[in-house]
Structures are given as structure tokens and as C-alpha cells.
């Protein structure tokens, strides 16, 4: 199954700027994983809290997309409030980075 998007690491950009501050830095990996029961191109995510960008990049390798979220810049409890209180859509832009923090695109759409 393609995952139809150009950028599969999804990683914000001030997910970053938190790492280069403190190399130690914690954060949420979220990670489109295909969802073959329910058809073509349908997709689940799960969410992970407490991992290093390191462990994010190395369980995502495998999936359509994936992003790590620097807890500091946006702490597990608010990713799992805002993914429980509303779902994730809308077209992810043209280089997957509309999408919201507790969101991620493994196509064009945020799920």
C-alpha cells in the first residue's frame, strides 16, 4: 500500500529547536499504521508518550508517517485531550505540515 506522501518524518520544526536546547528531550510519537480491515488506503494512529526523537524515528521506519512532538512544545496530555475531544482533518498542505500537533498525514488528509 502507498502511503501517497512525499515527507513520511513529520516531525515539526520546533520539535527540533527543542532538541538542539536539550538533547535529552522526551516527547509523542505518532505513527500512521495501515488499517487493511477496514479497505484500501485506511489508516489507524497510534500514539506513544515518553519516547526520545531517536526511538520515534526507529519504530516510525515502517509506517506511512509518523512525527515526534517535543513535550515542550506540546505536552502528551494535551495531544491525547485534543485527539479525544475532535477528530483530525483537513488537506495537509502541500508538504504534510498543516496538520496539528496531535495529528498526522499518511496521505492528504490529517488523521
Known amino acids: 500500500m502507498s502511503c501517497g506522501c512525499a515527507k513520511r518524518n513529520q516531525t515539526p520544526d520546533k520539535s527540533f529547536e527543542a532538541l538542539r536546547v536539550n538533547v535529552d528531550e522526551m516527547g ?3 505513527f500512521a499504521v495501515p488499517d487493511p480491515a477496514s479497505g484500501d ?8 508518550h515518553n ?3 531517536d526511538d ?5 521506519r ?3 508517517a ?3 512532538v517535543a513535550a515542550s512544545v506540546c505536552p502528551a496530555q494535551q495531544i491525547a485531550e485534543e485527539r479525544a475531544k475532535r477528530p483530525c482533518s483537513g488537506y495537509c498542505g502541500p508538504h504534510h505540515t498543516w496538520c496539528p ?3 498526522v498525514c499518511p496521505g492528504h488528509h490529517c488523521i
Open 101 to 103: 500537533y496531535w495529528c
Open 56 to 60: 520515534c524515528v526507529r519504530r516510525g
Open 66 to 68: 509518523f512525527k515526534w
Open 28 to 30: 509523542t510519537g505518532l
Open 62 to 64: 515502517t509506517c506511512g
Open 51 to 53: 519516547m526520545t526523537y
Open 41 to 48: 488506503d485506511k489508516w489507524n494512529v497510534v500514539v506513544v
